[in-house]
């Protein structure tokens, strides 16, 4: 599973959606499946519809049976043609058979704020099946009109509980939370029927695997959002895909019954979770074989439609995707068993995702189940014919497994055109967060390094400017002192290869600041002294502020303690190198140009050869 994918499904379990304050999540899946989907409508319940179709038409009033194909819901509104010299307006719109409608809900379970005592706890009831076993020492979140609130569920400690209570569960009417503020503050922000969350977030672990609250049914809003981006980006749609984002599935699948009536597609599937048998305490002479990691469950039972059962399991066997099947004696738990039922029936199917810990805060799915459950709805929409019949027993059984599936249609322009700016606008946003990622990125190494620098210095007992304010050298001298005592003498080798930058005539940044050097006589120096300080400046006072530069450091002067000075007869001075390759390069320094600010470029005379 791709990392954007990774985001958006922790994004999507992370937001808060209690059933009946599903807004939040909502306006999630509009943002993704904008530039997808043709159209995406909100009914009053709160369920998101959004629409992809091949094609769609508008019929008219005076048109004696002529269509006009139109590529989006848009268009169709206010079409017009002439004929005859009169115009006619578009009145009924048509979309491509057959109309498949996946179906994934987007709340989850919560509480509800009862009752505010005098004291300021809450007192809660439960939004859909809340187990109150899991609930005594649970941090949730408290979702109040000026935001978020933590909480604290609170219950008496073992040590004050009676013996015969502490086998037993404390019932959620004596639950509290605790806000961890006073009475007025918790009364002020909070107000009866404000709903609560789990205050826990999405993580991976194991192998493979994930852990979070509302994966009921986040990753079915999940696995919805992308079939629909995986069926626009392929060129062998047929029909119209309605993805059906449901609300209030948790007490009694209340958006699914008012979705199917509107929508009334020709073939259904929910897709939601189901239960994982694959942990000790569970009986699977009861409850089946269900294990994480091991592929989609299809339900096979009264509530789903013989047809659509085997054209799952023909999807996924033609498509080499491992399942697992499970039986569902009666009614199910799911919005299946209101699609079924709507209208005059809509054959309807129901595929789930293993889940381990249901309705606990800590949810666990295999991502490779998840990513198995896309690529079978994909498969299994794609191989819907626009006249598919699901009359049990009448219509044409379904072979096993289909054969590869034939070239689609040439793909449409215009809708590769639209899908590709919306997947260009997507790129560019990402962009844009990593470049700014980045810029905040070398600040911070900036700041590091400035710190280092700092610390290095402090450390060195370096902290003071290379020259005081009047000029004066005081600190220069100090500080060449305590190199001279803890540096040892360099080879008479390095004498002559390292050229002794701290020197005037072979620095033009010193030359420049102490102006030019005395005419070059003859110095003597005793032979006991090997060095003489001079006046230099600190590495960090150069061009590649901080660096040291190869052959910088103290020099010691001519081994005999005599240099010879290069007089009007031009002879050859003995003792450090200069530090320039050319005469025209000397020239400039002697003309005050800085290396890093101006063109020269200083080329130590021991560099390689080309360099």
């Given at each position: 599973?791709?990392?954007?994918?990774?985001?958006?499904?922790?994004?999507?379990?992370?937001?808060?959606?209690?059933?009946?304050s599903?807004?939040?999540?909502?306006?999630?899946?509009?943002?993704?499946?904008?530039g997808?989907?043709d159209e995406?409508?909100?009914?009053?319940?709160?369920?998101?519809?959004?629409?992809?179709?091949s094609?769609?038409?508008?019929?008219?009033?005076?048109a004696d049976?002529?269509?006009?194909?139109?590529?989006?819901?848009?268009?169709?509104?206010?079409?017009?043609?002439?004929?005859?010299?009169?115009?006619?307006?578009?009145?009924?719109?048509?979309?491509?058979?057959?109309?498949?409608?996946?179906?994934?809900?987007?709340?989850?379970?919560?509480?509800m704020?009862?009752?505010?005592?005098?004291?300021?706890?809450?007192?809660?009831s439960a939004?859909?099946?809340?187990d109150?076993?899991?609930?005594?020492?649970?941090?949730?979140?408290?979702?109040a009109?000026?935001?978020v609130?933590?909480?604290?569920?609170?219950?008496?400690?073992?040590?004050?509980?009676?013996?015969?209570?502490?086998?037993?569960?404390?019932?959620l009417d004596?639950l509290?939370?605790?806000?961890?503020?006073?009475?007025y503050?918790v009364?002020?922000?909070?107000?009866v029927?404000?709903?609560?969350?789990?205050?826990?977030?999405?993580?991976?672990?194991?192998?493979?695997?994930?852990?979070?609250?509302?994966?009921?049914?986040?990753?079915?809003?999940?696995?919805?959002c992308?079939?629909?981006?995986?069926?626009?980006?392929?060129?062998q749609?047929?029909?119209?895909?309605?993805?059906?984002?449901?609300?209030?599935?948790?007490?009694?699948?209340?958006?699914?019954?008012?979705?199917?009536?509107s929508?009334?597609?020709?073939?259904?599937v929910?897709?939601?979770?189901?239960?994982?048998?694959?942990?000790p305490?569970?009986?699977?002479?009861?409850h089946?074989?269900?294990r994480?990691?091991?592929?989609?469950v299809?339900?096979?039972?009264?509530?789903?439609?013989?047809?659509?059962?085997?054209?799952?399991?023909?999807?996924?066997?033609?498509?080499?995707?491992?399942?697992q099947?499970?039986?569902?004696?009666?009614?199910?738990g799911?919005?299946?068993?209101?699609i079924?039922?709507?209208?005059?029936?809509?054959?309807?199917?129901?595929?789930s995702?293993p889940?381990?810990?249901?309705?606990?805060p800590?949810?666990?799915?295999?991502?490779s189940?998840?990513?198995a459950?896309?690529?079978?709805?994909?498969?299994?929409?794609?191989?819907?014919?626009?006249?598919?019949?699901?009359?049990?027993?009448?219509?044409?059984?379904?072979?096993h497994?289909h054969?590869?599936?034939?070239?689609?249609?040439?793909?449409?322009?215009?809708?590769?055109l639209?899908?590709?700016t919306?997947?260009?606008?997507?790129?560019s946003?990402?962009?844009a967060?990593?470049?700014?990622?980045?810029s905040?990125m070398?600040?911070?190494?900036r700041?590091?390094?400035?710190l280092?620098?700092?610390m290095?210095?402090?450390a060195?007992?370096?902290?003071?400017?290379?020259?005081?304010?009047?000029?004066?050298?005081?600190?220069i001298?100090?500080?060449?002192a305590?190199?001279?005592?803890?540096?040892?003498?360099?080879?008479?080798?390095a004498?002559?290869?390292?050229?002794?930058?701290r020197?005037?005539?072979n620095?033009?940044?010193l030359?420049?600041?102490?102006?030019?050097?005395?005419?070059q006589?003859?110095?003597?120096?005793?032979?006991?002294?090997?060095?003489e300080?001079?006046?230099?400046?600190r590495?960090g006072?150069?061009?590649?502020?901080?660096?040291?530069?190869q052959?910088?450091g103290?020099?010691?002067?001519?081994?005999?303690?005599?240099?010879?000075?290069?007089?009007?007869?031009?002879m050859?001075?003995?003792?450090p190198?200069?530090?320039?390759?050319?005469?025209?390069?000397?020239?400039?320094?002697?003309?005050?140009?800085?290396?890093?600010?101006d063109?020269?470029?200083?080329?130590?005379?021991?560099?390689?050869?080309?360099?």
């Amino acid at each position: 599973m791709k990392k954007r994918d990774i985001k958006f499904l922790k994004e999507l379990v992370e937001t808060p959606s209690p059933t009946g304050s599903e807004e939040k999540v909502a306006e999630l899946v509009r943002q993704r499946l904008t530039g997808i989907a043709d159209e995406i409508h909100t009914d009053t319940m709160g369920s998101v519809h959004a629409i992809l179709s091949s094609h769609i038409n508008v019929i008219h009033d005076e048109a004696d049976d002529e269509t006009v194909h139109v590529g989006s819901f848009e268009d169709a509104g206010e079409y017009e043609y002439v004929e005859e010299g009169a115009a006619a307006h578009g009145s009924v719109v048509e979309m491509a058979s057959p109309v498949f409608m996946l179906a994934a809900h987007m709340d989850e379970i919560g509480l509800m704020v009862r009752y505010i005592s005098d004291d300021g706890f809450l007192y809660v009831s439960a939004i859909g099946g809340v187990d109150a076993a899991i609930l005594p020492g649970m941090r949730v979140d408290v979702h109040a009109r000026e935001g978020v609130l933590r909480g604290i569920v609170g219950r008496k400690p073992i040590h004050l509980i009676d013996a015969d209570d502490r086998k037993s569960v404390t019932p959620l009417d004596n639950l509290v939370i605790d806000l961890g503020m006073p009475a007025y503050k918790v009364k002020q922000k909070v107000a009866v029927g404000d709903a609560i969350t789990f205050g826990v977030g999405f993580e991976r672990f194991g192998r493979d695997m994930a852990v979070s609250k509302s994966f009921d049914d986040k990753s079915g809003v999940f696995i919805a959002c992308e079939v629909m981006e995986r069926l626009a980006e392929t060129d062998q749609m047929q029909g119209t895909y309605i993805a059906a984002i449901t609300t209030q599935e948790e007490i009694g699948t209340r958006g699914a019954i008012t979705s199917a009536y509107s929508v009334n597609p020709d073939v259904a599937v929910a897709f939601d979770v189901t239960h994982a048998t694959d942990y000790p305490g569970i009986d699977r002479t009861k409850h089946g074989d269900i294990r994480c990691g091991k592929g989609p469950v299809i339900a096979k039972g009264p509530n789903i439609n013989p047809l659509v059962f085997e054209r799952l399991v023909a999807a996924a066997e033609a498509e080499g995707i491992p399942y697992q099947l499970e039986a569902e004696p009666g009614v199910t738990g799911t919005d299946a068993r209101a699609i079924q039922i709507s209208q005059s029936g809509i054959p309807t199917g129901l595929v789930s995702v293993p889940l381990r810990y249901m309705h606990t805060p800590n949810e666990t799915v295999s991502l490779s189940d998840i990513e198995a459950t896309i690529r079978l709805l994909v498969r299994f929409a794609l191989d819907l014919e626009f006249d598919a019949s699901f009359v049990p027993g009448i219509s044409p059984v379904v072979e096993h497994p289909h054969a590869p599936r034939k070239k689609g249609k040439p793909m449409d322009a215009e809708r590769e055109l639209k899908r590709m700016t919306a997947k260009i606008e997507r790129l560019s946003a990402r962009i844009a967060e990593l470049e700014d990622e980045n810029s905040q990125m070398s600040t911070v190494q900036r700041a590091q390094i400035e710190l280092f620098e700092k610390m290095r210095r402090e450390a060195d007992g370096d902290d003071l400017d290379p020259m005081d304010e009047d000029g004066s050298s005081d600190a220069i001298e100090a500080d060449a002192a305590e190199v001279i005592e803890a540096e040892p003498a360099p080879s008479a080798a390095a004498q002559q290869m390292r050229p002794d930058a701290r020197q005037p005539m072979n620095n033009p940044r010193l030359a420049q600041q102490h102006g030019p050097m005395p005419n070059q006589m003859a110095v003597q120096h005793a032979a006991d002294a090997p060095f003489e300080r001079q006046q230099f400046m600190r590495a960090g006072e150069f061009a590649n502020q901080g660096m040291p530069q190869q052959g910088w450091g103290m020099q010691p002067q001519g081994a005999q303690g005599q240099h010879i000075a290069q007089g009007a007869q031009g002879m050859q001075q003995a003792g450090p190198r200069p530090a320039f390759a050319n005469p025209t390069a000397a020239e400039e320094a002697a003309q005050g140009i800085i290396p890093g600010k101006d063109t020269l470029t200083i080329i130590p005379t021991d560099a390689p050869e080309g360099e």
